[in-house]
């Protein structure tokens, strides 16, 4: 059974799926995805890669130059989307087990009496 | 701070990884920190701290030890637990009594300098539950500064306050869990939040049931006899971290995650420092204890040489390891192959 995805992994991954990103391309998206809530700093972002890399999760997809600085962008492998989709699938059977049992809370709070 | 000093700034942070890896990827690290970071002057002290912390998880993924970090987090809060059931028996034992040097200092209620230790821990314990990550980290921090200060404090060949502080033998392991415990984790689940006050309560309640042992805690001893409480509690610590471990490791490893195996072998060190008391006696921690003159330095040299032997082969052992089991485990599951 694969292990759950940890959050800033998930949302490194979730950021790639739009398209390949360069390092600061990928902070600002996984801030902007998270509501500023999982804020990446550079060195843990790379580390970050570097594990999804040998992962076989991403890799790196072209080099630029942009205002003398060097931007080596990354995308998405077919493991990585594979790797991805098992995630929101697992984490989308949560939702929809944790919205039933509340939707049921909701019944019961406004008859007073628990849903057949 | 012009752009160009900034830059160097950050090149200069980026002494902790390995040279193949700054020649390869410090260029784009530091171009994705001056497009964060905008017209900032100077890097600041959590901008050092994730390229220090980033630099060591790089060397030990170079040296197949990638999964140590991710083990940390749980060997941060099972070191933490073990450190607060000490604080507590500490607390509740010894320091409520009389130190029989005649003239010495007493601190408040407790009866040594080593109660601050022990309340710092405990406060970091509440904090670790309440607020982890950043201001758990800072609260261990603050116990490893106050565990220090009060080594040196009451260190006898210093005399700076006539106070009585703790034995070696009680310090060296504190510190050793302590460093661990400073890996406290952002994302932990209640569970390990829970987990050291949890383990405080426990060691409260089964004191106040067992009061006939406390009462013959007088004093922190010299070390050792293997029927006295102090040793004996620092045994039964270091044996609830070993199981603790291993419970994790069964546990993760059952569901294929290694982080609880990772986590075991992190925690064989302070297990060793815990034990230092007998390794004192076994050789060749013996010969390297005897170095020093006094009986609590010798146990205490004796456990940091096992915890450095155990901090260096087992990991490796374990890197070198995993890799073929988990060929295996492929095998078994694909026959075709």
Redesign the interface.
């Known amino acids: 059974?694969?292990?759950p995805l940890?959050?800033p992994t998930f949302l490194i991954l979730t950021a790639l799926a739009g398209g390949p990103l360069?390092?600061?391309g990928l902070?600002a998206e996984v801030d902007r995805l998270s509501d500023g809530r999982v804020s990446l700093?550079?060195?843990?972002?790379?580390?970050a890669l570097?594990?999804l890399a040998?992962d076989g999760h991403v890799t790196a997809d072209r080099e630029e130059i942009v205002d003398g600085?060097?931007?080596?962008y990354y995308r998405l492998t077919p493991d990585g989307e594979t790797a991805l989709r098992a995630e929101t699938e697992r984490m989308r059977r949560h939702v929809q087990a944790a919205t039933a049992r509340l939707h049921g809370l909701g019944t019961t709070a406004m008859t007073g009496t628990v849903p057949a | 701070m012009s752009n160009e000093r900034l830059a160097l700034a950050y090149r200069k942070l980026l002494f902790a990884y390995p040279q193949g890896y700054r020649a390869e990827?410090g260029?784009?690290?530091?171009?994705?920190?001056?497009?964060?970071v905008g017209d900032r002057r100077r890097p600041r002290l959590?901008?050092a701290t994730?390229?220090?912390?980033?630099?060591l998880?790089?060397r030990l993924?170079s040296a197949g030890l990638?999964g140590l970090a991710d083990g940390l987090p749980i060997a941060a809060a099972l070191a933490m637990a073990a450190g607060s059931a000490l604080a507590v028996f500490f607390l509740l034992t010894v320091e409520p009594g009389r130190v029989s040097t005649v003239g010495w200092l007493r601190v408040g209620p407790f009866a040594t300098l080593g109660a601050v230790v022990f309340v710092a821990w405990l406060l970091a314990a509440v904090t670790a539950a309440v607020a982890p990550g950043a201001p758990a980290r800072l609260a261990v921090a603050g116990t490893i500064a106050t565990l220090l200060v009060v080594t040196v404090l009451s260190n006898k060949s210093l005399a700076m306050i006539q106070a009585e502080g703790l034995p070696a033998y009680i310090i060296v392991p504190l510190l050793g869990l302590a460093l661990i415990a400073l890996a406290q984790a952002r994302?932990s689940g209640w569970l390990l939040r829970l987990l050291p006050p949890v383990s405080a309560i426990t060691t409260a309640v089964w004191l106040k049931v067992d009061s006939a042992d406390v009462a013959r805690v007088a004093e922190y001893e010299s070390c050792c006899m293997a029927s006295a409480p102090l040793p004996m509690a620092l045994t039964t610590a270091a044996l609830g971290l070993l199981l603790a471990g291993i419970a994790a490791a069964i546990a993760l490893g059952w569901?294929?995650?290694q982080r609880g195996l990772w986590a075991l072998t992190i925690l064989i060190s302070p297990v060793m420092l815990l034990e230092s008391m007998w390794l004192g006696d076994v050789e060749p921690f013996r010969s390297l204890g005897s170095l020093a003159d006094s009986n609590d330095i010798h146990i205490a040299v004796a456990g940091m040489s096992a915890a450095a032997l155990t901090a260096v082969v087992l990991p490796l052992l374990l890197a070198r390891l995993l890799p073929l089991l988990n060929r295996r485990r492929d095998t078994f599951d694909d026959p075709v192959s």
């Open positions: 059974m694969p292990q940890r959050e360069h390092g600061y902070i700093r550079p060195g843990t972002l790379y580390g570097d594990r040998d600085r060097l931007r080596r | 990827r260029d784009e690290l530091i171009g994705a920190y001056l497009e964060m959590a901008d994730d390229l220090i912390l980033g630099g998880r790089q993924r990638a994302d569901r294929g995650d």
